[in-house]
């Protein structure tokens, strides 16, 4: 199975730095992280503080971070845990270390006497579905093998075997996390940061991190054998488990993310190995993008006037572009009394909305009885529910035809599309197999396109390359007209707003369904403007950034006719 591999000598013979030496040593934040944490203090007394110096402590590491030449930080993440970003010495790529109590707190020579008890009570600890419930049972059968207490009389005969407070925090965790987290990966999905965690074989773990990108994880593999077998214990652990024979696994984790488990050397040259796509939890708002530079305030302020008032959207972009996130943030734009329907092959998707029927494709075959239900019967059953509003994670094929009726029958649409460009899209969509009939085409209002990027000064991100508007269709010449409302210019990171006086959207659409007179629509670019505003005194006056705050907020300006 995985071990931890840490990138300094950690083990019985390695230096402690006296408590007395370290804690004048450390900041207060870290000083009184320590305070609550007997392990984060251990795992500290042993980093060699005279070549990477003394970590920076941050309850929430800024994005700024990011951009810094060297890290050498900690911060918490969720049950008590830590990460150490812990700085190359060829300054390559930075390690990710999950500090756990077991890190400092040596048990294995333990754990075999407690797994034979263990045993005798498996078929109760698996009968045993509720997680607390769950928890308590493990703990009681710890306590009932393992005690803190030397016996009070020297002469009494101890039944159970003495340790450590230390050892029993360590034990606690360590079968707790494997009996009901996800084992070695369970501290990765703890940590908010992380967005995808990737195994391609033996070796290190790998992680894409919101801020630091990509680093290499403790957790490592040592041979096939291990990797082989840990992705049968995954498969096992999820209920779909893996074989010689169904060696390729997709699976949703009790959390929302999603797992993709490939097994064997027969069709994987490096052998087994998985990737994790973590579950965000609560999407970023569209302040925070505008803070990362995805877009700016007018966009924005652009954006929620098209989504106001029903119109179609597609965000347009390759893999890992931001498309998905992009489409969650800019969600809190529709009005805070539709009806949403969100269709999808896995819950990524998320609303803020009270009304919101989420659902989710199912597979055929194996324990799921009844047949495969895609997108397709989904966004038919989704037009006879009368919702304001349809989003789809993602079309990808015929799904297109009934996202399109849709469209045409008066019901907004959203969904996240695979492709470069305007162009593009508009190839794949009236192309084989989708072959959507070019006359539907401009029931598209919105296409949005983003990619991630090199800046300038070569660090990536990921920016809305353009906003453009479809104007229509020409038979004639067999071609389709397009507006770029907005634009990126890479030179200089900035966006350009070539639709001002010029859209057709907001002339011709838009301000007519807000009851402006034809003599006054150039009146609807004020309105951008001042929405753009608004949001700017939110995000930097106010302080505005979280995503359900934000649409609280919009939600209560547009009851008191603010916006």
């Known amino acids: 199975m995985a071990q931890s591999i840490l990138p300094f000598n950690i083990g019985p013979d390695a230096p402690i730095l006296p408590l007395d030496k370290l804690l004048p040593m450390l900041t207060p934040a ?73 890190v400092v707190v040596p048990i294995d020579h333990l754990l075999p006497q407690l797994e034979e008890k263990l045993v005798m009570w498996a078929e109760e600890i698996g009968r045993t579905e509720d997680k607390e419930a769950k928890k308590e049972l493990l703990y009681q059968l710890i306590d009932s093998y393992f005690t803190t207490s030397k016996p009070t009389n020297p002469k009494a005969k101890q039944d159970k075997v003495l340790i450590s407070p230390a050892e029993r925090e360590a034990i606690r965790y360590r079968v707790l996390r494997d009996k009901v987290g996800l084992g070695v990966l369970q501290p990765l999905l703890l940590d908010n940061f992380i967005e995808d965690i990737s195994c391609s074989g033996v070796g290190h773990i790998f992680i894409e991190h919101k801020i630091f990108r990509s680093v290499e994880s403790s957790i490592s593999f040592v041979d096939h054998d291990d ?67 995805s ?150 209002n919105l296409v949005v396109i983003q990619s991630a990027v090199r800046l300038a000064d070569g660090k990536s991100a990921r920016r809305v390359l353009s906003v453009n508007e479809i104007i229509g269709y020409d038979p004639g010449t067999d071609s389709f007209s397009y507006l770029e409302a907005f634009r990126w210019n890479p030179a200089t990171d900035v966006f350009e707003f070539p639709g001002y006086m010029n859209s057709y959207l907001l002339e011709q659409v838009i301000a007519i369904k807000r009851g402006i007179p034809p003599h006054r629509r150039k009146e609807i670019y004020d309105e951008v403007k001042r929405r753009a505003r608004i949001f700017e005194k939110l995000h930097k006056e106010k302080g505005v950034t979280d995503f359900d705050k934000f649409f609280q907020v919009l939600a209560e300006a547009r009851q008191q006719k603010l916006i």
């Open 30 to 102: 870290l000083r009184e992280a320590c305070e609550g944490s007997t392990f984060l203090t251990g795992y500290l007394q042993r980093i060699p503080i005279n070549e990477i110096g003394i970590p920076e402590f941050y309850v929430k590491p800024p994005r700024s971070l990011g951009n810094s030449p060297r890290r050498n930080l900690i911060y918490p993440i969720r049950e008590g845990l830590f990460v150490h970003i812990y700085p190359d010495a060829l300054g390559g790529r930075d390690h990710y270390i999950s500090i756990e109590p077991t």
């Open 227 to 293: 990797v082989d077998e840990f992705a049968v214990w995954l498969g096992e652990w999820i209920k779909n488990p893996v074989t010689v024979r169904n060696p390729l696994v997709d699976a949703v984790l009790p959390d929302g993310s999603r797992i993709n488990i490939v097994y064997g050397r027969e069709i994987s040259k490096r052998g087994s190995n998985f990737t994790i796509r973590k579950f965000s939890g609560t999407p970023t708002s569209v302040l925070e993008l505008i803070e990362f530079g």
């Open 295 to 444: 877009l700016n305030y007018s966009i924005a302020s652009y954006l929620s006037l098209m989504l106001e008032e029903g119109m179609n959207v597609f965000v347009v972009g390759a893999t890992a572009s931001g498309k998905t996130t992009l489409l969650n943030a800019i969600n809190t734009f529709i009005k805070p009394e539709a009806k949403i329907v969100t269709i999808e092959d896995t819950p990524e998707v998320y609303v803020p909305h009270a009304n919101w029927v989420q659902e989710v494709t199912r597979m055929g075959g194996g324990e799921k009885k009844g047949g495969e239900v895609g997108m397709f019967e989904l966004l038919r059953a989704a037009l006879r529910q009368r919702p304001d509003r349809i989003i789809v994670g993602e079309i990808r094929a015929i799904e297109a035809v009934v996202a399109f009726q849709a469209m045409q029958t008066g019901h907004g649409v959203m969904s996240t599309f695979h492709a470069a460009s305007v162009e593009k899209l508009i190839q794949r969509l009236t192309g084989d197999p989708i072959n959507i009939p070019k006359t539907y085409i401009d029931n598209l």
